[in-house]
């Protein structure tokens, strides 16, 4: 019976670090997912910021807190 018990110890052992290894896995794993998206969320902000500052400074888009600028192609029509 005493060694029942013990193989059962055993068996549960083995169980439980194969458990925290399929758990670490799949940290590191989503862990690398987040980076990655997190580095392709930074690129498409850093995109549509320099796009938004293009559009400010040829006049296509006010800037924050300012009036639309006019474009004098349109002023002459």
Wanted: charged letters at 25%; a positive charge.
């Amino acid at each position: 019976m005493h060694q029942s018990y013990t193989r059962l110890n055993q068996n549960q052992a083995q169980w439980d670090r194969t458990a925290d290894l399929r758990r670490q896995r799949l940290l590191r794993q989503t862990r690398l997912e987040a980076a990655a998206l997190a580095t392709e969320l930074e690129a498409e902000f850093e995109n549509t910021l320099r796009e938004t500052q293009y559009q400010i400074q040829r006049g296509n888009v006010p800037a924050p807190g300012k009036p639309q600028a006019q474009n004098p192609s349109s002023q002459s029509a």
